[in-house]
């Protein structure tokens, strides 16, 4: 995931970290609670804590007005930023986005600018969607997410995203720019070719693509990209960023720099976590000058591993394309004698992609993530299991996503330009386990390694995929022309959301051990308990 330098994207996540922490928000690794049963015996539950504004101190359930002080806080976080925050005189105009006007918007607005109330297909400010839509009646239930020790049902509500009919910018005004971070991801052309489209629509003129992330800020080799739809007509036909990626970054302050230079007043940010800290600081810091700039969020992370959202873009594409390499390794498996096929798939904190790619295949018998540890050796061991495996079956199939048994490994403590830790090989270590394994075993295996991580990236997007990219991308425009700002946008119950960027960075979305969707996988593969 794209991030600027880590040194000075480092304190503002940790300081998000903190205030996550603060207002009680759950993390799949925080502490459990243990709730005394009838029979006096504690069970083990995730409960999620809520906490009052003061750091310190915890919400007393015991208050019979907890809930609603609970929702107080909760609407006041997800509180997305709006420009009238800093420019309280702001007047709005009617929007120029109207799908009942067939041609495009005159030269200059010389009539005005069109104005359709009849239409309606705006968003109204105070439409909201449910962030949460099950009722857990116990802690103990699969998958619980409660707020207080009984689970009481307490409505949590956020900004529904699409087009307002009153919009805080004037089209002939906005030079609007777009830039990609981070790695490659399924769907990049996709949102890009969206926002350019969408931004037409509302009669821009002017709009720019910064080369190769953060880096084209301050590279002076590195010049804009004009984009307009011809442009972008067939970008999406292909995998890639027609823009360019790249991680790291100059300072903030010289980001906004360069964007009071450029005159850019408009500008979407396609990345993950540390690329989202990026532009949530490129914000604050544009608020901090009173610059009358919206910066919007895309969140691009293959991994699918940012919080509240249902998935983000590239994941679709990631889970089917690993089937190709999974389906490669089960005929190479299944075909030689004592054979065992090992995939290894991305995620490094967060193994979804491991998990649905397992269970779409059918084809796994074990299969590996960052968030439930494993052991290679012993009675509970993997090579255990492997050796079963290939007395009663004659093959096996491993899927291990990249982020799975880092412990295992030898740590390096080196980073990328990220500041992400660099991860050991865990396919490779596993490979080379199973061979020494079962050749002091005396049984002859052949193991094959399948690595698909850059031909999973560079693909273009399934259709599953090229939808959510088109919808978010446009979503992005609509936000940001409604004069939101600081904000990335999702789904959130099939539904397309607005929300704050420091509630969905604070920490990675984890699989919760206890979720259905992984005791589903864990039917699908049939594997025991590897501790």
């Not at 075909?335 to 649905?356: D, E, N």
């Not at 929300?499 to 589903?520: A, F, G, Q, T, Y």
């Amino acid at each position: 995931m794209g991030t600027l330098s880590h040194a000075a994207i480092a304190p503002r996540l940790a300081a998000l970290h903190h205030h996550r922490a603060s207002h009680g928000l759950s993390h799949p690794s925080s502490p459990s609670l243990r709730l005394p049963t009838s029979n006096g015996v504690a069970k083990k539950s995730r409960v999620v804590f809520a906490q009052s504004k003061s750091h310190n101190q915890h919400i007393d359930f015991s208050d019979p007005d907890w809930k609603s002080k609970f929702q107080r806080d909760f609407e006041r976080r997800f509180n997305i930023p709006h420009i009238t925050d800093v420019f309280p005189d702001a007047v709005p105009i009617p929007s120029t986005f109207c799908l009942r006007m067939r041609t495009p918007v005159i030269e200059d607005f010389a009539g005005g600018y069109p104005s359709d109330e009849e239409w309606h297909g705006y968003i109204n400010n105070n439409d909201r969607v449910l962030l949460k839509t099950i009722y857990y009646s116990s802690p103990t239930s699969a998958g619980a997410e409660c707020i207080d020790p009984n689970c009481t049902w307490v409505e949590q509500w956020v900004h529904r995203a699409g087009p307002r009919e009153k919009i805080y910018f004037k089209p002939e005004e906005v030079k609007a720019a777009i830039v990609t971070c981070g790695g490659l991801c399924p769907g990049l052309n996709d949102v890009i070719r969206q926002i350019v489209i969408t931004l037409e629509i509302y009669g821009v003129k002017k709009i720019v693509g910064i080369p190769y992330g953060y880096r084209g800020f301050s590279d002076k080799e590195l010049a804009e990209m004009p984009l307009s739809r011809k442009v972008v007509q067939n970008v999406h036909l292909s995998g890639g960023s027609l823009l360019g990626v790249s991680r790291g970054g100059p300072s903030v302050s010289e980001m906004v720099d360069r964007l009071e230079e450029r005159g850019i007043n408009m500008l979407f940010v396609l990345g993950g976590n540390g690329t989202h800290a990026g532009a949530d600081a490129i914000h604050t810091e544009c608020r901090k000058r009173r610059l009358r700039v919206a910066v919007v969020g895309v969140p691009k992370t293959i991994d699918n591993d940012i919080l509240l959202m249902d998935k983000t873009f590239g994941f679709d594409t990631a889970v089917e394309e690993a089937q190709r390499a999974i389906s490669s390794a089960y005929i190479e498996a299944h075909s030689a004698y004592h054979g065992v096929g090992i995939v290894k798939l991305m995620g490094r904190s967060s193994g979804f992609i491991a998990m649905h790619a397992s269970l779409s295949s059918g084809q796994i018998d074990i299969c590996l993530i960052p968030e439930v540890p494993f052991q290679m050796h012993g009675p509970h061991g993997i090579l255990h299991h492997l050796k079963y495996l290939i007395q009663t079956k004659g093959s096996a199939v491993v899927c291990v996503a990249e982020g799975a048994g880092q412990n295992l490994l030898q740590k390096t403590n080196a980073t990328d330009a990220s500041g992400n830790v660099v991860f050991g090989d865990i396919g490779v270590h596993i490979q080379q386990e199973t061979k020494k394994y079962f050749k002091e075993a005396g049984v002859p295996v052949d193991v094959k390694y399948i690595d698909p991580t850059y031909m999973i990236r560079a693909c273009r997007a399934n259709a599953s995929d090229g939808i959510l990219c088109a919808v978010l991308g446009q979503n992005a425009v609509h936000g940001a022309f409604a004069g939101y700002s600081g904000i990335t946008v999702g789904t959130c119950n099939t539904h397309y959301v607005y929300l704050p960027i420091p509630e969905v960075i604070s920490h990675p979305r984890l699989i919760d051990p206890n979720s259905r969707m992984w005791h589903r996988c864990l039917t699908s593969t049939g594997q025991p308990d590897f501790v």
